[in-house]
C-alpha cells in the first residue's frame, strides 16, 4: 500500500511540472509567490502526518549533519572569495524584514518539502532503481527555471549558457541529493540547500560570475560532496574490514578531492597561470586554432617591463586578442603596444594599453581547445580572429 502512495505522489508531481510551465506562460508572479509555495506546503504536510504515524524512520546521525554544516560553510566562503576575482554586483533581492520573510516563504518552504519528498520516495524505495530515477529526473525538472527557459530558447547561444550555468548544475545536484537521501535523511542535502539560499537571499552584494564559473562550481561542488560523503560513509561500513583496501580508498579518496579542487582552480582563473583556447589562426605556425595556450598573469611592475617580441593576451572590447607585440611605444610617460598576428600581413589598428593586457603566453597545448572552437562556431556560425576565453 505504501508503493502506491509513493506512485501517486510522483503521478501528483508529473502533473504538477505540467501545470507549472502553464502558469508560467500565463502568469509566473501569480505562480511564484501562490501556486508553488501552497503546493508545496501542502505535500510538506501531508508527509509530515505521515512520518509522524511511523512509517518511515531517518538517519539521525548527529556527525553527517555536523559533516555537512561544515562544507555548506566552506562552500559559502569559497563562493563569496569568488567576488574579490571576478567582482561584486547588487543583490537583486530586497532586505526588508517583510521581503526576507516572504522570500523565505517563496523559495526555501519548497525546498525542504522538495527534499522531504525525495527521502520519504528513495528510503522506501532504495532497491527499486526505476523509481529512485524517476524521482530524480522529477525533482530536477520541478526546480528548472522554465520562465527563463521559454525566453531563451530561441537563441541557442543564450540557450547553451543557460542549460551549462543551471540545468546541468541542477541534474548533478539532483544525483547527490538522492544518493544523500538514500543514506538516511533528507537533513544532509537539506542543510547545504539552505545554507546557500540564504547566503543568496541576505548578503547585499553577490558574486559578479558569468555562465562558465558558475555552471563549473556548482557540477564540481556536487562531484566532491559525493566523494567526500562516499568515503565517508564507506569509512563507516561496517562490512569492510581489510584495512589495505581502506587505506587505498582513503588515498584515492584524497588524490581525487586534491586534483578536482586544483582543476576547478586552475579553470577558473584563481592561479597565477590560466588556460585560454584558440579560435582564429592569427597566430600560424607558433600555435594553431584550437590549441590552448597557458598564460602568466601580470603584475603592475611586470606589465611595464614587457619587451619586444613577447605574445601577450589582452582585452579589446569584452574578447580576447592573443598576439605578438612588435613595437614599443612611450608617450608621456604612458606605454603602448603595437601588436601582430604571425600571419596576418599588416599590424593591429589599435594600440595596446597596459590595462588591457591579461598576461604573457607561456606554452601551449595543441589541438585540446577544439570543443570549444566547435560550440563557437555553431553559435556564431562564422570564423573570428578574436581569440576567446
Known amino acids: 500500500m505504501r508503493y502506491i502512495k509513493n506512485k501517486g505522489l510522483l503521478l501528483i508531481i508529473t502533473i504538477y511540472i505540467f501545470i507549472t510551465i502553464s502558469f508560467i506562460i500565463i502568469d509566473t508572479i501569480f505562480y511564484t509567490n501562490i501556486v508553488n509555495p501552497l503546493f508545496w506546503i501542502s505535500i510538506l504536510v501531508y508527509l509530515i502526518s505521515d512520518i509522524k504515524k511511523g512509517y518511515i524512520r531517518f538517519c539521525t546521525n548527529k556527525k553527517y549533519f555536523i559533516y555537512m554544516t561544515v562544507i555548506s560553510c566552506i562552500y559559502i566562503v569559497f563562493y563569496f572569495y569568488m567576488g574579490f576575482i571576478f567582482g561584486f554586483l547588487k543583490s537583486p533581492y530586497n532586505h526588508g524584514i517583510i521581503s526576507i520573510i516572504k522570500n523565505i516563504i517563496i523559495q526555501i518552504l519548497p525546498i525542504i518539502s522538495i527534499e522531504v519528498t525525495r527521502s520519504v ?72 540547500r539552505i545554507f546557500k539560499e540564504l547566503f543568496i537571499l541576505l548578503l547585499p552584494i553577490l558574486p559578479d560570475l558569468d555562465w562558465y564559473v558558475i555552471g563549473s562550481k556548482d557540477i564540481i561542488s556536487a562531484v566532491l560532496i559525493y566523494f567526500l560523503f562516499r568515503y565517508k560513509f564507506t569509512k563507516e561500513n561496517k562490512d569492510i574490514r581489510e584495512k589495505g583496501k581502506n587505506q587505498f580508498a582513503k588515498v584515492s579518496y584524497i588524490l581525487t578531492l586534491v586534483l578536482s579542487i586544483t582543476l576547478v582552480c586552475f579553470m577558473l582563473g584563481l592561479f597565477k597561470y590560466e588556460p585560454i583556447t584558440i579560435l582564429s589562426s592569427s597566430m600560424v605556425p607558433t600555435f594553431n586554432r584550437g590549441d590552448i595556450i597557458i598564460y602568466k598573469k601580470l603584475s603592475e611592475n611586470e606589465l611595464n617591463k614587457i619587451s619586444e617580441n613577447s605574445i601577450i593576451i589582452y582585452n579589446l572590447e569584452n574578447k580576447h586578442i592573443v598576439h605578438r607585440i612588435i613595437d614599443k611605444i612611450e608617450n608621456n610617460g604612458e606605454v603602448f603596444y603595437r601588436t601582430k598576428g604571425d600571419s596576418n600581413n599588416v599590424a593591429d589598428t589599435n594600440l595596446v594599453e597596459t590595462n588591457q593586457i591579461q598576461g604573457i603566453y607561456m606554452f601551449h597545448i595543441k589541438y585540446i581547445g577544439f570543443p570549444s572552437v566547435w560550440l563557437y562556431d555553431y553559435f556564431h556560425n562564422k570564423h573570428t580572429r578574436l581569440e576567446i576565453k
Open 121 to 192: 520516495i528513495a528510503i522506501r524505495n532504495k532497491d527499486n532503481k526505476i523509481i529512485l530515477i524517476i524521482l530524480t529526473i522529477l525533482l530536477i525538472l520541478v526546480e528548472i527555471n522554465y520562465n527563463t527557459l521559454i525566453s531563451v530558447f530561441s537563441n541557442k547561444e543564450e540557450l547553451f549558457k543557460f542549460i551549462c550555468s543551471s540545468i546541468l548544475p541542477q541534474i548533478s545536484f539532483g544525483a547527490l541529493y538522492t544518493y544523500l537521501a538514500l543514506k538516511g535523511s533528507y537533513s544532509f542535502a537539506l542543510v547545504f
